[in-house]
C-alpha cells in the first residue's frame, strides 16, 4: 500500500519538473487519434528497365515516342541495333474533400512526372528531370477538377477531367473494370476540359458531357468540340446492358492538337497515331462525325462466377466537307460510316482472378479506295485529334496492339483500331496461373493481326506475336514483374506506299526487322 502514495508523488514530481522547461506550443498539442481525411494523397509508381529494337530515328525526340510503330514518329526496327534505358513515373492524386460541404464538393488533382534515367537536368520541359544534378522543372496537370454532388445519386464533374467511353465514374471504378466494359477505352480514353453529370442509381447508371477539344479564337467559329451521352442497366444480376451516343463538331481544319502537328481529318498527328489521313491539304473543312452503338457485360467483376463476357458494336458515321476560299461552296463532301464489334470471353479455372483463360475479338471495317467514291468507310476514335485520345490497352499485345506498362514510349504496330483506315480484324488468346495465389503469377498469350484492306503492294497479314510475363506481388497493389514480347510481322509490311500517301513500314525498303522487346517492371498504387 505505501507503494501508490510513492508513485502518485514520482509522477506529480515529473510534471512539476516539465513545466519548467521551455516548450513549444506546436509539440505540446494533442495529435489526433485519426488523420485528417479532408485531404487525401493517392499515387501510381512505376520503374521499368527495358530492352528492346525498337527506337525513333529522330533523335531530336530523345525516346520520347507516342504513335504508331513505322510511323511518323519516325520509330523503326533493327537487327543490328538495341535499345536498352531505365524510366520512371509517378503519377499523385491529390483529392480535397472539406467537412464544411459534408461530402457535397469534391476537388481532385492528378498530376504526371516521368523521365528516363540520366536525361537531362537543370532545364525547363515534361518527361525529363533524369539527368545527374536533376533539378528539372517537370510538372504535367492531367486532371483537376471539381465532382459536385448535390443530391444522392447525382454527380457533376467541371473542369480538366477523364474522358472514358465507359458509364463508370473513372474516379471510383477500378482501372481495369473500364478497361474491360463499354468500349474499353477504343474510342475514347484520355483527358480533356468540359462539364459532365451523371446520375447513378441502384441497377442502371446515365453520363451526359459537353467537351471542348479546342477552341483558338473565342470570337470565331472555329472551334473543336465533343458531346456525350452514355448510360448502362442491369438487366439481370448477371447481364448489364448499355448504349451511347457521341457528336463531334470539328470546325478547327486542322488546327490546335499536339503542338506542331495539328488535330482532326487533315493533320500530321494521323500518320503519328496510324489513323486514316484525309487529304484535303490546306483547305479548311468542316466536320461532324456522330458514334451510336451498344455494349453488354455479363459479371464484370468476376465475382459471380468463372464465366465473365462483354463486347461492343459501334457505328460513326457523318460527314466532312472542303470549304473553298474563293466561292466559300462546299466541295470535296466525304459521307463517313464505319462500324467496330467486339467480344471478349474469359474463364476463371482457379481460386483467384489470375487462374484464366480469355478469348479477345476485334474487327474494324476498313476503306478501300482512299475517299475517291466520296466515301469514308473506316473506324474514326479520339486518337484523330488526341496522343493518344484512345487507349485499347487491354489488348493482350505489347507489340502488335498497345500496352499499358509505358512511360514515355506507346509505340504499338496497330496504335488505332482503325488501323490507318484499312481495317482490322484481330484476336488474342491469354491464359494465367497463379502459383502461389495472390502472390506469384505467371501468363502467357499469343495475337494475331489481320489487315481488312491490303495496302498497295503489302499483304493482309499484320502480324503474330507471342507474349508473356511473371509477377511477384509483395502486398497489396506493390509488383515486380518480367514480360517479354515477340512480334513476327507479316507480307503488310511489304508496301512500300499506302494507298493514302503515308508509308506503311517507315518508307524503307523491304519488311522491317521483327519487334521485340523485355522489360523489368516495379510498380506500386500507393494509397
Known sequence: MKKI???LFSVLISFSTSAQLPTNQYFTKEIPEKANKELQFLAFFINQAVTSNVYP?????????????FGGNTTTTSNERMSAYVEQRIIPFFIYKPNLFNGKAILRAAFEIDWTWGDVAYGVGGNFGGGFSADQVNLQTQNLEVELNPAKGYYINLGLQRIFDTPYNPYTTLFD??????YRLAYFGTDGVGISARKDWDFSRIKAGYYKLYENYVQLDDDVTLMELNGE???SRAWKLGGSAYYLRDRGSGAGGVSILGQGFNSLLASHNGTFRFNYGAAPYRADVVWIGTFFSRNADTWLDPWTVSGFVNVNLGKADTLQLSTDEYSEATSIFGFAANGRVSYRYGQTPNDNISLDLLYTSGDANALKDGKYSGVITGNQWGAPGAIFVSSGSYLLMPHGNVVNRFTPAVMDISNMGYGLTYANLSASKGFIPN???AKVGVSAGISNVQPAGGGAIIG???????QYNFGPYMSLELHGAYLLLGDFYDSKQSAYGSPVNG???????NPWTAFLVFKWLMF
Open 57 to 69: 530515328e529522330n533523335d531530336f525526340l530523345k525516346g520520347q515516342t507516342v504513335g504508331r510503330l
Open 464 to 470: 503474330t506475336e507471342a507474349n508473356g510475363n511473371i
Open 439 to 441: 502472390r506469384l503469377n
Open 177 to 182: 473494370k473500364m478497361t474491360q466494359t463499354g
Open 5 to 7: 502514495p510513492l508513485l
Open 233 to 235: 442497366k442491369d438487366v
Open 507 to 513: 518508307g524503307i525498303d523491304g519488311r522491317p526487322a
